[in-house]
């Protein structure tokens, strides 16, 4: 190999030494506190304050401070003594892992639910 060759070889390859090292990505992905905070805040929008007839019935208690580690809002029937909830929806791990469950998961607005709670968790913020 030519001197002229090999010295910029060299240089080249201490160049790229020098060049910063690009940041890894965050290996355990979004917490689930995160996550459920972006899906309280398009619940209460798009679905209390909105005045959506399908929600209409229903009021949103967000328990967003759990210590059990699963994060969750909770819709129940606005004005009854029952406090059962129809609707809950939680997250739990990192990354996050979302769940819906409830009555109101059998009944014909469960697809909608599913869709915007995705969407939302997905960081999303249209209704």
């Avoid at 905070?37 to 909105?50: D, T």
Wanted: charged share 20%.
């Amino acid at each position: 190999m030519r001197p002229s060759l090999l010295l910029a070889t060299a240089a080249l390859t201490a160049l790229a030494a020098c060049q910063p090292k690009p940041k890894p990505q965050p290996a355990h992905g979004q917490s689930a506190l995160d996550v459920m905070e972006r899906v309280a805040v398009g619940a209460n929008n798009c679905w209390m304050k909105s005045g959506d007839p399908a929600f209409k019935a229903y009021a949103m208690a967000p328990e967003l401070n759990s210590f059990s580690g699963k994060p969750r809002i909770l819709l129940v029937r606005k004005g009854s003594h029952d406090i059962r909830p129809l609707l809950v929806v939680q997250a739990e791990g990192r990354p996050a892992r979302l769940d819906a469950f409830g009555p109101m998961m059998s009944e014909p607005v469960a697809g909608r639910i599913a869709a915007d709670v995705s969407r939302w968790a997905k960081g999303a913020k249209d209704c």
